[in-house]
Every structure is written in structure tokens, then in C-alpha cells.
């Protein structure tokens, strides 16, 4: 991947779930230097701020749906800024809870197919989020995104899907937290999915390689979603869904090494990180050392971090 402008959005996004805290990721992200260290690489930066919702109706606070209109709301504005960034670079969407790959993917995909490319999209995450609004249990909307840019129904009034990601464009590696519908959802399907167990086994490289082979062959557009949630919680304690087990600081790596040296990463998420449980800003700093891994930092080039 040579030299590119990065696009920063900002998506302060807290309407996903109920546990507050994720609003202060895109500024928790610039002060660990995300910028910085994009500029050290030799690309350059811009940074378009922080977002807000579209103007949405109020949302009932008893509805079984958090923050649905919110939510929404989101989707609209991410998707728009979505289509505009391509124009400027490679943008990155700094969250901000999962639900805004509702919006991020939404315009990745429109964008894709006004150009006459397929999306590919690479889930870096603990969870399928392959539920849809009448499928889930906790009423929480960042378990929804993959359902929805798949195609998946029941997301009434959200925008219209008119490019649906094809399910068999869509690779998930780290999964260790599915609940018995998603499940059956998934084998339902031609999502390619990789839990801990079949990376513990086989290791992290194959499952991406074979990926990205395909998204080369296609001249595909690879839209990768990182969720704090992928790694590991004894590394990276700073989100709400920690689940034991996740991916180490090395496979980590390694997976964002990968996607440099494939030069096919168009677009990315940094999402699901809550400052409040972050610990002297660890997780922050982890996620943009990742960041920089993925656009081009090798592994002889890392800083080394004092958290005393």
C-alpha cells in the first residue's frame, strides 16, 4: 500500500448499547496519536471532526430497541460521509460502538458499486453481530450491522440496502460469543466464520490469506471492521463486551501486517473502545499501533510504551 490521505471521521456514536462510554472513542484515538503515527508512515491526514446523528424522532426510553431512532439517525449521516470520504482517501471511522458500521458499510458498499467492484469485509470482532432488530434478545443495535448490510430484513426505517454485501464476501476471525439464534443464522448462511478454537488450532494466517485471495481475484474494495473487542480483554480492557480469550497482541499483528503487504485495505473501523475502562489509555494506544500496522508500521518499527 503506498502513500494515501487518510480520512478521519469521527463517529462518537452511544446509541448501540446501553452502557455509556464509547462517545469518547474518536478523541480517545486522536490523543493516542492515530494521527501521528499516520504521518510518520509518510501518508498524510484529514480529519473531518466528529459526526452527529441525522435529525431523528425522540426514542421511547421503555421501547425494546435502545435508542433505535438514534440509531438511525446515525446510520444516514455515517453512510452519506461514508460516500464523500472515498473521494478524499481512505477513510477511517473512529468510533463509536459497532453500530456504526451500520452507516460505514452501508456507504462503502454503495460506493464499491458505483464503481463496478465488489465489498469485501473483514470482522475482527468476539461477535457475529448478525442479528437483526426482531432477533435480538438484548434490544442492543450494535449486534445488528453484519445483519443488515448482508440484507438481512426487519430493519425498518433504516436507509434502504440497494448493494448488500453477498454473504460469501464477508469474513469473520475471532469469534467466541454467539448466542444459540445467531448461530443458527450463521450455518444458515455463506459467511466465512473462524472462532478462537479454529485459530488456536490452525493459526491466523490461513483463514486471512484464502480471504484476500479472493478479494484480489475479484478486484474486490475490503472494508476492514476492528472491534477492541477482537483482542484479548488482559490487553485491551477498555470496552463493555469483554470476552475471555480473544486474540494476543502478536496475532493481532500479524492479522493488520497481513492486510498491509496485501495492499487491498480501502476503508476502516476502529470501534467499540470506552475510555472509561480503559487503563492510562492502554487499549487506545494499542488500537492505533494496529492502526499503524495495517497502513504500513513493520515489526521492528513499534515504540515501546511505559504505562507506570
Known amino acids: 500500500m503506498s502513500e494515501r490521505n487518510c480520512v478521519l471521521v469521527g463517529a462518537p456514536v452511544d446509541s448501540g448499547k446501553r452502557r455509556p462510554g464509547c462517545l469518547m472513542g474518536p478523541d480517545a484515538f486522536r490523543t493516542a496519536g492515530l494521527a501521528k503515527a499516520l504521518i510518520d508512515l509518510g501518508h498524510s491526514v484529514s480529519d473531518l471532526g466528529n459526526l452527529s446523528p441525522d435529525a431523528h424522532e425522540p426514542d421511547d426510553a421503555g421501547d425494546h430497541l435502545f435508542a433505535l431512532n438514534r440509531t438511525i439517525g446515525w446510520t444516514k449521516a455515517l453512510a452519506r460521509t461514508a460516500q464523500e470520504a472515498f473521494g478524499k482517501g481512505l477513510p477511517i471511522f473512529l468510533g463509536g460502538d459497532h453500530s456504526l458500521s451500520l452507516g460505514s458499510v452501508l456507504g462503502a458498499a454503495n460506493h464499491a458499486a458505483a464503481l463496478g467492484r465488489p465489498l469485501f469485509v473483514l470482522w475482527l470482532d468476539a461477535h ?181
Open 128 to 308: 457475529t453481530d448478525f442479528h437483526t432488530p426482531q432477533t435480538t434478545d438484548s434490544g442492543n443495535l450494535h449486534g445488528t450491522p453484519v445483519g443488515y448490510f448482508t440484507g438481512r430484513g426487519g430493519f425498518d426505517g433504516f436507509p434502504e440496502v440497494p448493494n448488500p454485501v453477498p454473504e460469501e464476501n464477508v469474513c469473520m476471525i475471532g469469534l467466541r460469543s454467539v448466542d444459540q439464534a445467531e448461530r443458527q443464522a450463521l450455518e444458515d448462511s455463506k459467511i466465512r466464520r473462524h472462532d478462537m478454537r479454529d485459530i488456536d488450532e490452525n493459526g491466523i494466517k490461513g483463514p486471512l490469506t484464502d480471504f484476500l485471495k479472493d478479494v484480489a481475484a475479484q478486484n474486490g474494495m475490503l472494508h476492514v471492521s476492528l472491534d477492541v473487542d477482537f483482542l484479548d480483554p488482559s490487553i485491551a480492557p477498555a470496552v463493555g463486551t469483554t470476552v475471555p480469550g480473544g486474540a494476543t497482541v502478536r496475532e493481532a499483528h500479524l492479522v493488520c501486517e497481513i492486510l498491509h503487504d496485501s495492499g487491498l485495505v480501502t476503508s476502516l473501523d476502529l470501534v467499540e473502545l470506552n475510555p472509561f475502562l480503559d487503563e492510562r489509555g492502554r487499549t487506545a494506544h494499542l488500537m492505533v499501533d494496529l492502526c499503524a500496522s495495517a497502513l504500513g508500521r513493520r515489526v521492528f518499527d513499534r515504540p515501546t510504551r511505559s504505562y507506570q
